[in-house]
Structures are given as C-alpha cells and as structure tokens.
C-alpha cells in the first residue's frame, strides 16, 4: 500500500469511527428520495419510489469515490451484481461526492465499471433522513489520484429495503464491524434469501 493510500484510508477509518446517530433499524420504513445520480459516467435522476416497483433495493452509503475501503466496496458490488439481478434487486450507491466525480467513478473499470449506479448527496440530506450523520471534510486529504477531497463523509452503511418499502436489514461498518466488501456479501445473501421466500 503506497503512503498516500495508507493515509486516506487512516483518516477514513478515523473518521468513520465516529458513532452514528440513531441510524434507522429494519421494520422502518424505509424515506423516499430521488437524488442525481450516475451511471456509466451518465447522469439521470434515481427515484426509490419507482426502483422499488421492480424488487428489492439495496441502498449503500460510502465516505468518498477513489478512496480505499470504497473503491475495493463499488468493485466488489460490481462484480457481484449480476447475481443481485438474478435475485431482482436494484443497487444504489449514496455518498457526498459530487456528481462530476461519480461521474468518473460510475465509470471507472476498475470500480463501479458502469454497472450500477452511484447517487450525489453532497448536503448529507439524504443520508440524514436514514439517521446517518454527515462527517466534516478533513483539510487538505486527498484521494488515491491525489486529488483534494472537499466534501464531508457519510459513514459506512448499507440498507436493504423490501419492495414493500420497509428496511429488512441495516449494516454498518462501526456497529457491526464489518469490512467494505462483507456489506456485498451480506445484502446479497438477504435478497437471496428473499428472493427464495425466506425470512432473513
């Protein structure tokens, strides 16, 4: 790991350790939004509403695009999302970056590789609502190209939702320990299982 990564993804998990606040918990129901978001380097507007009409979604929001924990995160969904789709479920990312950035990342083979989409929520309003709280930028950290990061981080946490709208399971990188790539595997083993018709 080179000096710059090693530092991003320190002051990441620094920051990240931070308690979130009354993070909603499964039987919520889930807040509508729409929000801008980015598909293969393509804007357009994601709405929950209408993904919910399809099946299930899964609702993961991140720190920052081209930082370590993240990008080994959007790499990971995209590899895998062709067995979400399998299982019917919609994939949408959330972090504060701004939608020219995503733009990039949306894109980029080595991350999103344009199979899913990542949504801007550069005031954290979106991730307030799911009682997520937005992190103040860090002055002067840089991502792994070496350019300056400006916006706040919204912590580590994915929400699966049912297509009723209700929240079915909440991880979080600070209460339940868990790695960036595990929030992949465990949202794919819920709407598996959903999909086969069992409680998770």
């Known amino acids: 790991m080179n000096k710059r990564l090693a530092v ?5 998990a620094a920051a ?10 499964a039987g919520a129901t889930a807040p509508d939004f729409t929000a801008t978001a980015s598909q293969a380097g393509k804007n357009f507007t994601f709405s929950l509403k209408d993904a919910l009409k399809k099946g299930p979604v899964v609702v993961y929001f991140y720190p ?21 789709d399998a299982a019917g479920a919609t994939i949408i990312g959330v972090s504060a970056d701004s939608i020219q ?35 103040p930028p860090q002055p002067g950290l840089k991502d792994v190209r070496g350019q300056t990061i ?9 929400f699966v939702i049912g297509k ?5 399971s909440a991880l979080s990188s600070d209460e339940d320990h868990i790695k960036p790539d595990q929030h992949v595997t465990k949202a794919l ?12």
Request: hydrophobic fraction near 40%.
């Open 189 to 200: 083993a819920m709407v598996q299982q959903m999909q086969a018709g069992k409680s998770p």
């Open 64 to 84: 920052a695009a081209y930082t370590g924990g993240c990008d080994l995160e959007a790499h990971t969904f995209a590899t895998q999302k062709d067995k979400f």
């Open 150 to 158: 400006t916006h706040g981080f919204i912590p580590r946490t994915t």
């Open 101 to 135: 950035r995503l733009n990039s990342f949306s894109s980029d083979p080595d991350f999103c590789a344009g199979k899913f989409s990542v949504a801007s929520d550069p005031d954290g309003k979106i991730a307030a609502e799911y009682g997520l709280k937005l992190i």
């Open 8 to 12: 991003v993804t320190g002051v990441v």
């Open 164 to 168: 009723d709208g209700k929240i079915v």
């Open 16 to 25: 990240l350790a931070l308690p979130a606040f009354a993070m909603l918990q």
